[in-house]
């Protein structure tokens, strides 16, 4: 039977540190910002930006919304942007994606200051995990490193094996683990043999996109699986990428869905917009 990574309970410890952090940065007179955007009325974006208000109240944080409707120029979100970046009491921003069709997604990623860029989506926040120097790394592969140490998971020497490929996900995965001394392979939807490359995985990262996708024929015994996936099965229950019924015997460790990566994701952005407010000194 596999160790259950605890995402809920672990954000849960991450937030009451930060909320530590943050009344001891009040004292000294610091107040924190973050600027939240969403565009439109995406019913999850609408949850998850909830989420996050939620969780900037909890630690004192300040949260700035900017609730705007789905017609919003991209020109519009622009200058809302420019404004929040030269905005000295704003120490974070965040767009929530997707963002609607007729707007640019790469152009407003690239629009946010790097000194703000509290999601690690910018170019150079990628670009500095990759080569090492201090920036913003991507909140959902930043939460997994710490789903990992603080469930006692050694990633040194270790190989990974990450499923998926994305610029928010799976890239900085891969750089994040490399970081941490794992021998990496990143696998994609063109990859050939996946189930015998993922086999040999010692922790397998799954952020595939298909519902239930790996089952306990691409997992190791003992390996720990970390499902990124988030889905609704048949009968409308969240599910992930993982087949948890059939991977739970055989893994080592394994993260659920709900309760998993998801709670780490905004307990990761809190802890950048700390950073955030803390590197402005
Ligand atoms: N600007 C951003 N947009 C998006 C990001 C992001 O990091 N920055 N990531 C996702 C959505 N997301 C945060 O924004 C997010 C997704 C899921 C969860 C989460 O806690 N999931 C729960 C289940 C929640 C549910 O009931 O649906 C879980 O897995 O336990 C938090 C945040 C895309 N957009």
Partial sequence: ???????????????????????????????????????????????????????CAYIGIESRAFELPEETTEEELLSIIKDLNE?????????????????NEEKIINAISPKK???????????????????????????????????????????CVVIGRSNIVGKPMALLMLRENATVTICHSRTKNLK?????????????????????????DG????????????????????????VEPVAGAITPVPGGVGPMTIAMLMNNCVEAAEREE
Avoid: W
Wanted: charged share 25%.
């Fill in 117 to 159: 860029d509290v999601d690690g989506f910018h170019p150079e926040s990628v670009g500095s995990l990759c080569i090492g120097r201090p920036g913003f790394v991507s909140c959902t592969p930043a939460g997994i490193i710490q789903l990992l140490k603080r469930s006692e998971i050694d990633i040194e020497g270790k190989h």
């Fill in 223 to 246: 390996a720990t699986v970390i499902d990124v996936g988030i889905h609704r099965d048949a009968n409308n229950k969240l599910c992930g990428d993982v087949d948890f019924a059939s």
């Fill in 1 to 55: 039977m596999a160790k259950l990574i605890n995402g809920k309970e672990i954000s849960q410890q991450i937030k009451d540190e930060l909320k530590e952090k943050v009344s001891a940065l009040k004292a000294q007179g610091k107040n924190i910002c973050l600027a939240v955007i969403q565009v439109g009325n995406d019913p999850a974006s609408s949850v998850y930006v909830g989420n996050k208000k939620k969780a």
């Fill in 87 to 103: 905005d000295d009491g704003v120490h974070g921003i965040l767009v929530q994606l997707p963002v609607p069709k007729h707007i």
């Fill in 196 to 220: 015998e490359i993922c086999k040999e995985a010692d922790i397998l990262i799954v952020a595939i996109g298909k519902p239930k996708m790996i089952d306990a024929s691409y997992v190791k």
